[in-house]
């Protein structure tokens, strides 16, 4: 009897330090959690702590050091840690309510786990070292998550998110590989490797025992087999909980969702009445939406008295009677896809419409009676369409820059894609929309180096590149313009960014100043169209100081066009007198901030 409570107290005891460990850190890495879920916790953690403790004891009855565990704690350590101690450093000074449990949990049963296979294989392999290799491949592969976690938290200060996920999942190949050597280059690649390499043969070596087999009992080896199935069933279902994972499947979900959008398109599109205006153009007319990237008008000297004309065609033009020039337009997101799912759609900030649901801008174009056309300097998304990519192709005719890159090295900027132009019929109604790579970081790969104004070694590099990238954007929507009126009959021109950008800050995926969030948006409307439609133009030129947020596009679309609809909300649009929205009530990051917050806006404006 004494044997056996000699030989439980140690277990009970290591059980305590562990559970003391795994709930004292998890209380220290909480705000705001109700009583409840405090003793929740504390139960939930027992289990956590005895299959580690019961694993630590089966590796030393089989004769192990303890030290040779070194290997699984720290890879265990790796995932209890990173991802609650990031998010708690990123947010608890600005969050009431902070409960992240599930990492600390599947590092106690990724202990077991590893810990259990690893005895396992030195009770039936022959050979240990064979045994250490497979072990040490295996903790590496499991610190690579966690290792990734850390490097991201250092390079922009949070834990990965939804939107960091929902970026990556958006990025096709040519745009990771800049991305990739915009931030850590052919050097940092190769670190990456040596590290993990370093990495793998420590794990090796430090998992190598000098025992060819461990003698153990048919009685400890049906317990090590029920930890490693318990720990590993658990864990299994459970990782997908933690941290990292739940926001790359949160990401994964909405991309999926979005594709009941071709489900649900046909029918929408049935049901939308469209009424004509009275009054038409004399001839076949084209109305076009130009999307700029990146772009933000605190830098663009056609609204502020900046050091250099980095936009003087739209400067010089926003004094001509055709142009109107908007000088409070805000983003809704400080991404594009978010941006645009919402400016392209019946979805805003201010409904519950879903994008599945929801009719677009090239559905209301083709009620009218216009082709449509979508011509993008951005690129396709290969493993699963963005919201933007399927309206794109809802379009009768699009196509795609980058797409006819393929098996080349030639590089293209958004003026290849005014050759394009040249395939509309100028005898019919055309509607077309541009989506340009305009500022998209890495700027300096978004115009030709001959047309590089500004140049300066040093510290204002990104300033001159991005002010380059605003400058060609200027001359790229002058031609377009110029080939409008005189090809196309072009009626009405609009132009606007999906968000800005701060180059003096690295683009963050989740995270975005008013900077970022002002965004250009003119429009032109030929003498024509304001003859025809005095009301409409009378009230868009009477918002060009009010407030505007992108998702509202739809509707302004709407208004350009002139037309009625069972899917147009007229107090959301600029072309209408009844538009209902200003400073005070709208919002942007999707709801989460007024833009009477950004008060320092007013001073930005000339």
Known sequence: MKSKISSFCPIFALFLIIHFFLYGFYLCMSVGIPDKTIYLQLRRYI???????????????????????WPHSTVALLWILTYPLSYWIAFHLNTNFIDNHYDIAIGAYLFCCMVCLHLLLLRYYKYSRQSSIIIGVLLTVLSILPVTQIVYFFNYG???SPAACLALLQTNGSEAREFILQNIGYGGIGFIIIFFGALLILFTKGASVKKNTVPLNKKTLIIILVLLLTSGAYGF????KTGALYAFYSAKDYLYNATLFNKLHDKNFSDLEVALPANRPSRPSTVIMVIGESASRYYMSAYRDTERDNSPWMRTQSENRDFILFRHAY??????V?????????KNQYNTKEFHDSLTILDLAKKAGYETWWFSGQGTIDAADTPITLVAKTADHSA??????VGTTEKKYDGDLLPWLKQIDPSKNNFIVLHIMGSHDNYINRYPPEFTRWKIAGAEERIDEYDNSLAYTDKFLQDVHEYGVRYLNLQAMLYFSDHGANPLYKRHPELSDFISLRIPMFLYLSPEYQKLYPETTDSLRSHANSYFTNDLIYEMVAGILNIKSNHYDETNSFASPQYKYTRETLKTRLGKNSLAEDVDEDYSQK
């Open 237 to 240: 279902v459970t990782i997908k």
């Open 158 to 160: 949070t834990p990965v």
């Open 331 to 336: 983003a809704s997101w400080g991404q594009t």
């Open 338 to 346: 978010p941006s645009l799912e919402r400016a392209l759609t019946e």
């Open 400 to 405: 795609w820059l980058e797409d006819t890159l």
């Open 47 to 69: 289990p956590c702590a005895l299959v580690v403790a019961f694993s630590v004891t089966l590796w030393r009855h089989a004769g192990l050091p303890t030290v040779k565990l």
